[in-house]
């Protein structure tokens, strides 16, 4: 069982920036593709970013594009997602996510493990 631990939400101002941390225990397999998305008020969850653990292949959410950055630490178990040019429309609770896919995907009904959650607020 994978257990997913997010940290690092807050509030920024716009066009700061902000890296969020997640913890994975039992992530062994090289079979797991790790990812991030997020959820505004009153809307679907919506993708961000993931990456293959092992293979490293990444894939972005248009919105994303070129202002975050996903990556992992093999070592610690750990994935990021830096987050630059911050705007008020990234707000929302950031969650990670765990998929038993060789690559990303952007269908967040693949993805299996979920964690908590934790919020990003950017203020205008």
């Known amino acids: 069982q994978v257990r997913l631990i997010e940290s690092g939400g807050g509030l920024v101002q716009a066009g700061g920036s902000l890296t969020l941390s997640c913890t994975a225990s039992?992530?062994?397999?090289?079979?797991?593709?790790v990812g991030w998305f997020r959820q505004a008020p009153g809307a679907e969850r919506e993708f961000v970013a993931a990456v293959g653990w092992i293979n490293g292949v990444a894939r972005y959410g248009d919105s994303v594009k070129a202002r975050f950055t996903i990556s992992r630490d093999g070592a610690k178990n750990t994935l990021f997602l830096q987050m630059n040019s911050l705007a008020p429309e990234d707000t929302a609770v950031y969650y990670c996510a765990a998929s038993e896919t060789h690559l990303p995907t952007m269908n967040k009904g693949a993805y299996r493990f979920w964690g908590q959650g934790t919020q990003v607020t950017v203020s205008s």
């Open positions: 039992e992530l062994t397999s090289s079979t797991f593709t």
